[in-house]
């Protein structure tokens, strides 16, 4: 008895944090969202140039301005974003995540990811909610990473950068991310 008082403390305090984040997230218009998402892609642009190289062979890039990201033991991630194609709004996404483990703190970051081939971004399209880390191999751009990535060397499907990280927590990947696509 005591093992399931304790199991579903833990799972109260996991769907009181996810449940914190989802209130916390704003839920903008779809005017507000790529106006959002159009000036965080400008913003990675000024500050990393590989991304803007980068940009000018994919297919598509999903661009996600704003995650809120939580925990106490339990957390979660959650935001929405835009897909482009080119300049035009191609379609809307959220990305949600759940996590447990030593973790505390909360913080805000947005990421993008470039898709590189049409057979990812089909895998995008087709999927009801594709989970980061399956399916399409997506690199996530770290210093180490750009040293040796160049627009020459691009053989993966998807590249991704994560920017603009405020706040205190101790981790931070995109791994385990769902993306679903969304109503806007």
């Known amino acids: 008895m005591k093992k399931f008082r304790s199991f579903a403390i833990m799972l109260m ?3 009181g ?3 914190s984040i989802s209130a ?3 839920d903008p218009t779809a005017k507000d969202l790529d106006r959002q998402a159009s000036q965080a892609l400008a913003n990675l642009y000024k500050v ?3 991304a803007f190289d980068i940009s000018k062979k994919a297919k598509a890039v999903l ?3 704003n995650i809120i990201k939580a925990g106490l033991v339990f957390g979660g991630s959650y935001g929405e974003g835009v897909l482009f194609k080119g300049t035009a709004v191609a379609d809307y996404y959220n990305s949600v995540s759940a996590s ?3 973790q505390a703190g909360a913080q805000s970051y947005g990421y993008a990811i470039f898709f590189m081939n049409e057979k990812a971004l089909k895998y995008l399209h087709n999927s009801k909610g594709w989970e980061v880390g399956v399916g399409p191999t997506v690199v996530v751009v770290n210093d180490g990473v750009a040293k040796n990535l160049s627009s020459t060397t691009l053989k993966d499907d998807a590249y991704a950068f994560i920017f603009d ?3 205190l927590m101790a981790s931070l990947s995109i791994e ?4 679903s696509r969304i109503n806007r």
């Open 13 to 15: 305090l996991a769907a």
């Open 100 to 102: 447990w483990g030593l």
């Open 176 to 179: 385990g991310t769902k993306v």
């Open 17 to 19: 944090t996810i449940f």
């Open 165 to 167: 990280q405020q706040g």
């Open 48 to 50: 990393n140039p590989l």
């Open 24 to 26: 916390y997230a704003t």
């Open 63 to 65: 661009v996600f301005p």
